[in-house]
């Protein structure tokens, strides 16, 4: 088809819908708009009815298929968030001690840490018991004479111990003689659950 046939058939189109605008309006004019009013009417009434059913009723599923897409999105995105959360707590509290004693197994840990260092202590506190919800803390404060290669030695058993130990408060003082050696108050906490079971 080329362009002149283009043009006519475009030209043919158009004088078709001329024609049936004036053949309307020419019925318009004859015979009133009351005489159009019942097939207006079922127009409109059809009208709804698709505007109701093809329109409005599939616009309104979507909406609420894309509401429940967007809470599996939400869901997908923050469940790994939560298992890792999840795992992270339990690796927690499975390093809680599992004792109904809490405050004889400080002691006995703290000793038996300083015995693997070579670590003889000055003095041991009273331990010390906050009842919490569920669980108890226990604190217990040694005083030491030590290098700073001893405490970083120590400290590092502590943090790698298997069961939780939580340096609460530390405080060093340099003595003058012998050289190297420090003065040395640190607080050291467990959480024990009040059950003694740990799980």
């Known amino acids: 088809m080329n362009t002149q ?3 006519h058939l475009l030209r043919m189109q158009v004088e078709s ?3 049936d605008l004036k053949a309307l309006s020419s019925a318009l004019k004859e015979k009133g708009l009351r005489y159009f009013a019942r097939p207006l009417g079922c127009a409109a009434v059809l009208l709804f009815v698709f505007y109701f059913y093809i ?3 599939p616009r309104k599923r979507l909406t609420a298929l894309d509401a429940e897409l967007e809470a599996v999105r939400a869901t997908v995105k923050y469940a790994g968030d939560y298992q890792d959360l999840s795992n992270r707590l339990h690796g927690f509290y499975s390093r809680l001690p599992k004792t109904t004693e809490p405050a004889a197994w400080l002691l006995a840990d703290i000793r038996e840490s300083l015995r693997q260092e070579g670590i003889v202590p000055d003095a041991f506190s009273s331990p010390s018991t906050e009842m ?3 669980y108890r803390v226990v604190s217990m404060t ?6 700073y290669r001893q405490l970083a030695s120590w400290m590092a ?3 790698n111990g298997r069961y939780l130990l939580h340096v609460k408060d530390l405080t060093l003082v340099k003595k003058p003689k012998p050289i190297g050696n420090n003065l040395i108050s640190v ?3 467990t959480v024990v659950p009040i059950d003694g ?3």
């Open 132 to 134: 919490r919800p569920g």
């Open 142 to 147: 040694v005083t030491l004479n030590m290098s």
């Open 187 to 189: 607080t050291l906490m």
């Open 17 to 19: 819908i001329f024609f």
């Open 197 to 199: 079971s740990g799980s």
């Open 157 to 159: 058993r502590l943090e």
């Open 5 to 7: 046939d283009l043009v």
């Open 55 to 57: 329109y409005a009723m």
